[in-house]
């Protein structure tokens, strides 16, 4: 009896761990589709709004949903105070908190960070190919995000019901 209990508690454990782990690919999926979501707003804020970028930052914030509202609120916060002397400052300084709720590759990263470098360096035809250069790169990040969720999340969930099962049936 001990031993059926046993097999069956690691069957459920494993099984947790693989569909918790197979979320990860999810996570990441929705949080690009919210980045480029703020990429969109941020674009006709700065462009077609001519708001100030610690104005609009602080807009997009209220837009979006937690990790990232809070993360560009606090940029936006750093830029008002005038703690920082750039956006990319304000980002890189800001990220530090919150790197472990962000789910971002690093070609993800990459764009990001292109992105905030040369944000508010430029003319408005500048900021516009940048947003421009930004958003595609976030398409296509996207794009690769949905196809491995959709492969990867299958697979780690039945990869764990898997193993837990493997390692039950040995136990008894």
Request: glycine share 10%.
């Amino acid at each position: 009896m001990l031993k059926l209990t046993l097999g069956i508690v690691i069957f459920l454990i494993c099984s947790y761990v693989g569909f918790q782990y197979g979320e990860t690919f999810r996570k990441r999926t929705v949080f690009l589709k919210e980045i480029l979501k703020g990429l969109v707003i941020l674009q006709n804020d700065i462009l077609y709004g001519a708001m100030p970028l610690p104005e609009a930052l602080n807009n997009l914030s209220k837009k979006l949903t937690k990790p990232l509202s809070t993360f560009l609120s606090g940029v936006s916060k750093k830029l008002i105070d005038g703690s920082v002397d750039s956006v990319f400052q304000g980002v890189q300084s800001e990220y530090k908190y919150y790197e472990n709720e962000f789910y971002l590759y690093d070609e993800d990263k990459k764009v990001l960070e292109d992105f905030f470098k040369s944000l508010g360096e430029s003319g408005v035809y500048g900021q516009e190919k940048i947003f421009t250069l930004a958003i595609e790169g976030i398409k296509v990040n996207l794009k690769d995000s949905e196809e491995a969720a959709k492969k990867n999340i299958k697979l780690y969930r039945y990869l764990g019901a898997c193993i837990g099962g493997m390692i039950g049936i040995f136990i008894l």
